[in-house]
Structures are given as structure tokens and as C-alpha cells.
């Protein structure tokens, strides 16, 4: 994969984000994946200001004071078009480094769980936090679980792998989503673009 990811940027290094069929490619945020075979994406920030430049996101002041104003997720990756049917997700985000120097990703979870019980109906984590190491990057996995509402008051209850990594001046957070009760079950899928990641 490292090979694969070296040989497309060398094809056209001032390219900051490289797209070819499962195979994403961020340059400028250091981040490389595949998505699950035959999933669609549903959305890609291509970030127009970063396409001609050839900065990499490792140590960089001024990726750290632009990302302040980015939109994110950076790309929404589904199994079924959204406008088809209700399926798994995979929500990618991308922002500053907020730690502080004597903190650990492990360290700030409660925190990070205190923030989506205020965002998602009748959040809670499952089971404990697995702390790891993903590319070489500090690692933090999760299970969680809330209700989704749909329009006609409709409730689902969603299952949610996360993933955050850290590897300076980004954090980076995958949320992986299916529906175990509906018999929409993901996680082989997940395993496999979780093994895909590289921090490049």
C-alpha cells in the first residue's frame, strides 16, 4: 500500500488530493485509505486553495491556522447512495491537534464522550476504550451507540466504531456506522478500511 500511495503522488506531486477508484489520497493532510469495494462516495472536501501546492501536512504552522476555517468531514463514504436506501457509513474528520503537551488521546476521551452525548439522542459508549497504534500514530478505539431520527419520526438505533489518531499538527477521526438491530452489520468492512489507513 505505502508503495501503491509513493508511486500515485510521485505521478504528480503538486496533485494535493488524489482520488482513483477505492483509493483516496490527501497530500496536504497526510492521510491515505480505501474505501470498502463497491462503496460510493457521497462526498469529497477537495480543498481547491491546497490543489496546486506541494506541502505536506506533517509539522506545518500554516495547515494548522488554515484547517480553523475548513468544513468538515472531509469525505462521507457509504454503501448505498444515500438517496437509494438506508445503510453503513463511514464519516472521515480532520482537524487541529488540540492536545496539550502532557495530554494523551486516551487522557481526553471522557471529555470527547461528554461532547457526542450533547450532539446524538441517548448516546453512550460500549464497552472500553482499546488504546493502539495505527501507521505509527497514536490510536484510540471505541464502541458507542445512539438513535438516529429520520424524517416521520422514525427512530433507528445506529452502532458506532470510532477511530482517532493523532500525528501532529492533525487529529484524525473515522466514525463507522451500521445498524446490527436491522441486520445491517459492517464490521468486516470497517476492519478492512481501518487496516487500509496510512498517515502519510
Known amino acids: 500500500m505505502a508503495a501503491m500511495a509513493a508511486a500515485a503522488t510521485a505521478a504528480n506531486p503538486l496533485q494535493a488530493v488524489l482520488v482513483d477508484d477505492d483509493l483516496y489520497i490527501n497530500q496536504r493532510l497526510g492521510l491515505s485509505f480505501r474505501k470498502p469495494s463497491g462503496w460510493h462516495y457521497e462526498s469529497i472536501m477537495n480543498f481547491k486553495k491546497l490543489r496546486d501546492e506541494y506541502s505536506v501536512a506533517a509539522h506545518s504552522e500554516v495547515l494548522n491556522d488554515e484547517m480553523q476555517d475548513w468544513s468538515l468531514p472531509i469525505a462521507t463514504i457509504t454503501k448505498y447512495p444515500l438517496k437509494d436506501r438506508l445503510g453503513p457509513s463511514i464519516v472521515v ?22 461532547y457526542l452525548a450533547g450532539l446524538f439522542l441517548n448516546y453512550e459508549r460500549v464497552g ?6 495505527v ?5 484510540v478505539e471505541y464502541y458507542s451507540k445512539f438513535i438516529y431520527e429520520r424524517a416521520m419520526r422514525k427512530s433507528i438505533p445506529v452502532r458506532n466504531k470510532s477511530l482517532c489518531s493523532v500525528r501532529d499538527p492533525v487529529m ?14 459492517a464490521q468486516e468492512e470497517f476492519n478492512v478500511f481501518v487496516n487500509s489507513i496510512i498517515y502519510i
Request: negative net charge.
Open 172 to 185: 484524525y477521526t473515522m466514525h463507522m456506522m451500521d445498524i446490527p438491530e436491522l441486520n445491517i452489520d
Open 93 to 114: 474528520y480532520v482537524e487541529p491537534n488540540a492536545l496539550e503537551s502532557e495530554e494523551t488521546l486516551l487522557s481526553v476521551m471522557p471529555l470527547l464522550q461528554e
Open 135 to 139: 501507521s505509527g500514530c497514536e490510536t
Open 128 to 133: 472500553n476504550y482499546r488504546g493502539g497504534v
